[in-house]
């Protein structure tokens, strides 16, 4: 079982704080979430706690912002868009390094369009948004730095494996 204060990947709302438990009307994880500026407090079974999970260490952190342009673009394709998009939605939920891997799979394949003089599905970019939310999250937790400085250092990263411009 999660001790309080320990940080766990919820599958729907990413990096959570285990805050408390509680036992009626069912035994309950106490979870604490941080959406944008606001933090929500979440109730989750403790039958379902194998659904969630701590989150990467700051070595495994570390590793994947360092080892980010060896990172595999994940090679899945459908050719029902709303079926790859539910794919990439499940993987996000795993939490790093699939969220990293995921955003770079979006990041690629909208690079990939618009060097075709081709507007990307729209849902790349939902899919990039959300994977890159979550990785920028989870890493900064797990390196205890500023999310804005998790970005940068991924920004970086990506610019130097020549996924983005300097800008």
Request: net charge negative.
């Amino acid at each position: 079982m999660f001790r309080i204060g320990e940080h766990v990947v919820h599958p729907g709302q990413g990096v959570c704080t285990v805050v408390d438990y509680e036992d009626a009307p069912a035994p309950m994880i106490v979870l604490e979430a941080k959406s944008g500026h606001a933090k929500t407090r979440l109730l989750y079974p403790v039958a379902q706690a194998d659904r969630l999970h701590t989150i990467i260490s700051k070595e495994e952190a570390e590793a994947l912002i360092e080892r980010y342009d060896t990172l595999e673009c994940d090679p899945f394709t459908e050719r029902n868009s709303s079926l790859e998009e539910s794919y990439f939605k499940a993987q996000i939920k795993l939490g790093a390094p699939e969220t990293l891997r995921v955003a770079k799979t979006m990041r690629r394949r909208i690079n990939d369009a618009e060097s075709r003089s081709k507007k990307p599905s729209s849902y790349y970019l939902r899919i990039l948004k959300e994977a890159k939310r979550r990785s920028i999250e989870e890493i900064a937790v797990a390196l205890d730095v500023s999310e804005e400085d998790v970005d940068a250092r991924l920004h970086a990263a990506a610019v130097a494996a020549g996924e983005l411009s300097e800008n």
